[in-house]
């Protein structure tokens, strides 16, 4: 029997290496210290130790965008970075990266993208030009009159090294823009479904031509391993790349074939992360057989520095009570509440081909006609009468008044019941 004791103790030395190795396989470095202390009010989130917010912006916007984050969205987050196509301080402790510098030479000093780039490298922002500035009109294809749009769709790439050069040991790298808003107590718990020591690409699913990819406004999420498996693919033909995002209008897409050509699959995160505001979203959408309402709400987009304001407010108060906010939860509190039979001076932005009425009440009437119709909008100034089965709140116009078919607006939600169960992406 004595015999039998080499044996079984080199099975448990072999037992004991296999830990060992497996440990040291999966194990990251301890977290490196946090970039920016945490005010004392801060509730405690340990998962962000492992996690890198990045906010892109652009030197046309930072100064009038950013600063609202500082004091609600990116407050009481450790390790942010805000990354920009030029170096400037946006607070006495907070400096912008240009993330645009390890881009070719060539490429800086000759694509026109980078005129306004080079003025303002040379020359500081008051170089900027009212035409820079010029907010232009949105359109399918984006901005194209927009010099800082133009620039913008440069940055995905390079913001990849960057990120990882700022915080190496991260799990996640969690990406938003200016005019995101993120709701953390929904977001790390989400996160938290993920098993981070894999390639992981979380985002608003969008299509162009035959490129599906994570929308950059509406925030995602990269794991490490993703980063690090798209950066070197990167860097095996960055000039190719360049060639490529010269050609192509939207950044947000070139990332997402970097990472298809990484063997990296996008998650499609809809409807937990949103392309729109609170008000201008379909909280009774229906889309890839699932319905936002249950869904815990991780972002929303398109949000001015009232609505970060406001949303932080309700965040505040709705998410004390220990209970994960719903997109239903922001219907009830956040949009219910407008909805009026009568708003004067306001766009619900029925989306209805307008039809010629004499009358804010021949407008309801023909709404009132349709058995699916729930809101309708009067332009007076057209005299214009646009209808729609999509609810929405809207925003102020001067010349529209809008109406609601509160009692089927009602049923709806009442239809759409009380999320006894939470739905989520993964
Ligand atoms: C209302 O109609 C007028 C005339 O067509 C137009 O100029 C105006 O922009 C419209 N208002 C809104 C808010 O769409």
Request: glycine share 6%; aromatic share 10%; proline share 8%.
């Amino acid at each position: 029997m004595a015999r039998l004791r080499p044996l079984s103790l080199l099975v448990s030395l072999l037992s004991l290496a296999l830990v060992y190795s497996l440990y040291h396989q999966y194990s990251l470095p301890p977290s490196s210290p946090p970039l920016h202390p945490l005010p004392s009010d801060c509730p405690s989130r340990p998962d962000l130790n492992d996690i890198l917010v990045i906010l892109k912006t652009g030197v046309t916007e930072s100064r009038a965008k950013v600063p609202i984050h500082l004091t609600t969205t990116l407050r009481c987050i450790p390790n942010y970075a805000i990354f920009s196509d030029f170096i400037e301080p946006l607070s006495p402790s907070l400096a912008t990266h240009d993330v645009l510098s390890s881009l070719s030479p060539n490429l800086l000093a000759t694509n026109p993208d980078f005129d306004l780039y080079r003025r303002v490298r040379d020359h500081g922002p008051a170089a900027l030009t009212p035409a820079d500035l010029n907010p232009d009109i949105n359109t399918p294809i984006g901005k194209p009159n927009n010099p800082g749009w133009k620039l913008d769709k440069w940055k995905f790439l390079p913001m990849l090294e960057r990120a990882l050069a700022v915080k190496p040991d991260a799990k996640w790298y969690v990406f938003m823009e200016a005019d995101t808003y993120l709701l953390w107590d929904n977001l790390l718990p989400w996160l938290r479904r993920f098993d981070s020591r894999k390639p992981w690409y979380l985002g608003n699913q969008m299509q162009i031509v035959d490129a599906i990819f994570a929308h950059g406004g509406s925030g995602f999420i990269l794991s490490r391993p993703a980063m690090v498996k798209a950066m070197e693919r990167w860097k095996l033909s960055a000039d190719a790349w360049e060639t490529a995002v010269a050609e192509h209008w939207a950044g947000d897409c070139m990332l997402g074939l970097l990472l298809e050509d990484s063997g990296v699959e996008l998650t499609w995160s809809w409807p937990m992360v949103q392309i729109a505001p609170p008000g201008e979203m379909d909280y009774f959408s229906r889309g890839y057989e699932k319905r936002p309402w249950c869904h815990p709400a991780v972002s929303f987009h398109h949000m001015d520095e009232r609505g970060i304001v406001e949303l932080e407010r309700f965040e505040r108060e709705e998410g004390g009570k220990g209970k994960m906010i719903l997109y239903r939860d922001v219907f009830l509190k956040m949009v219910r509440p407008f909805v009026q039979a009568v708003r004067q001076g306001w766009d619900n932005l029925a989306e209805g081909e307008g039809v010629p009425v004499k009358s804010f009440a021949a407008c309801r009437g023909v709404c009132s006609r349709e058995a699916l119709c729930l809101q309708y909008a009067y332009n007076e100034t057209a005299g214009e009468c646009r209808t729609s089965k999509v609810l929405m709140l809207g925003r102020g116009a001067g010349d529209v008044a809008s109406g609601w078919m509160t009692e089927r607006i009602d049923a709806v939600a009442d239809s759409l019941g009380e999320c006894r169960t939470i739905s989520w992406i993964g």
